[in-house]
């Protein structure tokens, strides 16, 4: 099989190729293309997959490519993890934002909405080339804010088109692990959006254990979100929230301790991988000796200043290893191989949660087979989620409108409209304020 990369050139890149590197059953990948637009981060990027696949017997094999068409052609797979306008344009986002007092991270806020709207045209082109070039492609999605792009591109792909992420993930392994359970064997109840979602119950051996660790101080304020959101809260809301709620629930202080702090996490991650590029140019440097040490560095100060403000400490070292390039990689195989599993995912709605359309993409467990992903049914939200919800679905179709008329004031209605956003004046300000450092907002008018 063909795996397409695009954003090949990717600091990620090696996590998704080290664990094709582990998969040695029939129907495997065969091929893999990097696309990317920055031919270094290619090279450097190849290096490092080299280095993985010495004594790898039957590796993969890697081609790099500047030609987006080239790259897509007789595709099996898709994946999607672009960055329009890189590192510098998320410490734009940030820095706009943090000017106005508002938050600028990359997927929640100001930041997310300003991502989206220089994103959603790019990846809306690439759909349309996918279904083109690769009808019979399945595109992974991971570009962030990986539940609108995924719900921009299934307008042109429909349900061939899937968004993945790993803090559901993540957060259901952390609260499996902390009740004794096998994470593997668990049944996480979880619904929302993308970065916007509620563990409502973990089910080990057919039974609901959530209640368990609600009703346990102790046990409940042992694990990153019990640390992140405080015990009294998590039992206030009887159920575990993803750990980009924090950036809603205790605003305030992210938005201060963003402000404060030496760099902002765009402004760091544009620093260190500048100089991970750099390095690995070194003809004398072990390329992939160079990236597991800048991925560590990442890892750790991940969510550094929501932990600071919520006093959680250093994250755990189980929590270090990241996670999307083994959901990729069994959606991949469930497609593929028709090996049914259960993955949460980013699809498209169809009936699932009642208060919104059938076309709205939302993030719940999923059953998955060789026709795709499929939708569980599930409880409806409370109603302080379900306004939450339905608050942020109406911003991210402002956003889709907005990049498909080019109109500056559904622009403005995007921004003002977010819960975290607390003036129409302040939106107008954002909008100047974006397009004056993103020539890829030219387009508004």
Request: aromatic letters at 6%.
């Amino acid at each position: 099989m063909k795996l397409t990369i695009l954003g090949g050139g990717g600091f990620r890149v090696p996590l998704v190729y080290g664990a094709l590197l582990t998969d040695r059953a029939e129907g495997r990948v065969t091929e893999v293309v990097l696309h990317d637009l920055d031919s270094g981060r290619l090279s450097a990027v190849a290096r490092v997959l080299a280095e993985q696949a010495a004594g790898v017997p039957d590796a993969p094999a890697v081609t790099a490519t500047t030609d987006l068409d080239a790259a897509l052609t007789g595709a099996d797979f898709v994946f999607s993890a672009i960055r329009v306008g890189g590192l510098e344009g998320r410490a734009n986002d940030e820095r706009v934002a943090l000017a106005e007092g508002v938050l600028g991270q990359e997927t929640v806020g100001a930041g997310g909405i300003a991502y989206g709207l220089r994103t959603v045209p790019v990846a809306v082109d690439i759909a349309r080339r996918v279904a083109r070039l690769a009808p019979d492609a399945w595109v992974i999605n991971f570009t962030n804010p990986a539940g609108l792009v995924t719900e921009a591109m299934s307008r042109h792909l429909g349900d061939r088109v899937i968004g993945i992420c790993d803090s559901p993930v993540g957060l259901g392994r952390r609260i499996a692990r902390v009740l004794g359970g096998n994470p593997k064997e668990a049944w996480i109840d979880y619904v929302g959006l993308n970065h916007l979602g509620w563990v409502r119950g973990l089910h080990i051996a057919g039974r609901d254990e959530l209640p368990r660790l609600l009703a346990d101080p102790d046990l409940l304020g042992s694990f990153e979100e019990g640390k992140l959101f405080g015990v009294d809260w998590l039992q206030s809301l009887g159920a575990i929230p993803n750990e980009y709620l924090h950036y809603y629930y205790f605003n305030r202080e992210a938005v201060r301790a963003y402000q404060q702090a030496e760099k902002t996490r765009g402004a760091f991650l544009r620093d260190q991988q500048a100089h991970f590029y750099e390095a690995v140019t070194d003809p004398g440097a072990r390329a992939l000796d160079v990236w597991d040490r800048t991925r560590a560095e990442r890892e750790a100060t991940y969510m550094s200043e929501n932990r600071e403000t919520a006093g959680a400490g250093e994250r755990d070292a189980d929590d270090l290893s990241g996670g999307y390039e083994k959901v990729a990689l069994a959606l991949m195989r469930a497609i593929a191989r028709d090996e049914r599993t259960t993955l949460i995912l980013n699809v498209r709605n169809r009936g699932t949660l009642s208060v919104l359309d059938g076309e709205a993409v939302i993030e719940v467990p999923c059953l998955v087979d060789a026709n795709g992903a499929h939708p569980v049914a599930v409880a409806p939200l409370p109603d302080h989620a379900t306004g939450l919800v339905c608050a942020v679905k109406a911003v991210e179709r402002e956003v889709l409108a907005a990049a498909e008329s080019g109109a500056r004031t559904t622009a403005v209605k995007a921004f003002a409209l977010h819960p975290l956003v607390d003036s129409v004046n302040v939106a107008r300000r954002l909008v100047e304020g974006y397009t004056e450092v993103h020539p890829g907002l030219a387009y508004l008018k």
